[in-house]
């Protein structure tokens, strides 16, 4: 079964911080793995997006990682700041099941001063 | 506005009503995706066009439900006899053809069913 997880599922930490969120997944045949920040009532934003080759990508504060081996990625925030504070969610895409994302369940970060 | 659109926002309806939702991708995209996310959960995976053509249903698109693409522009999501536990927000999200693109959210139609 296709399946994506992350840990933890919430997450405190001071402002000024760095934090890293995890994504283990099952998905088979694996096309792509996206990481997605979502504020609390509105719809995910794209951070990152890495295909089979890519090890490591990096959007400003945000640096994803992506070991294909052992089917687990990284989200790794620099320097967090009050508007981090939100849901992260792993997120793979599989051939075999269309082009379906299969969505991990997020983690809730908040950032406090 | 270049970006997803979808409406309403927030729809609040008593539990046997009939809703409908529409999404707007964005206009060179022809894949639209509708999802539904309940609270504390990501999203889950409902239905999905390529054009105007419904080619993948998830299992939680019971027979209340039914989307369409006419055009293969915007998209309708519509919930019949509507029941509590169809509360939720419902997503749409739209990606151009080639892969490993982006898909891009709306902000999403919140449904609380009374």
């Known amino acids: 079964k296709n399946q994506v997880e992350q840990s933890p599922q919430s997450l405190i930490i001071l402002e000024g911080k760095n934090c890293t969120l995890q994504?283990?997944?099952?998905?088979?045949?694996?096309?792509?793995l996206r990481w997605y920040k979502q504020d609390t009532g509105r719809g995910p934003v794209s951070l990152t997006i890495?295909?089979?080759?890519?090890n490591t990508k990096s959007n400003g504060r945000y640096t994803a990682t992506l070991d294909a081996d052992t089917k687990q990625s990284s989200l790794h925030i620099t320097a967090s700041q009050l508007s981090d504070s939100a849901s992260y969610i792993c997120?793979?895409?599989?051939?075999?099941?269309?082009?379906?994302?299969?969505f991990g369940k997020g983690t809730t970060l908040s950032v406090s001063s | 506005d270049t970006g997803v659109s979808q409406d309403p926002r927030h729809k609040i309806t008593k539990r046997g009503q009939n809703v409908t939702f529409r999404c707007d991708p964005i206009?060179?995209?022809?894949?639209l995706y509708w999802y539904r996310q309940t609270l504390g959960q990501g999203p889950e995976f409902l239905t999905y066009?390529?054009?105007?053509?419904?080619?993948?249903k998830s299992r939680l698109l019971s027979d209340r439900f039914s989307a369409e693409r006419p055009k293969g522009s915007f998209s309708t999501l519509e919930i019949q006899r509507t029941e509590q536990g169809d509360s939720a927000m419902y997503l749409c999200?739209?990606?151009?053809?080639?892969?490993?693109?982006?898909?891009?959210f709306g902000q999403g139609t919140r449904l609380t069913v009374v």
């Open positions: 999200a739209s990606s151009s053809p080639q892969a490993n693109t982006e898909a891009f």
């Open positions: 994504c283990n997944y099952t998905v088979s045949p694996f096309s792509n």
């Open positions: 890495m295909t089979f080759s890519e």
């Open positions: 997120v793979v895409s599989s051939y075999q099941a269309g082009t379906a994302l299969i």
């Open positions: 206009s060179e995209h022809n894949r």
């Open positions: 066009f390529q054009n105007e053509a419904q080619l993948e």
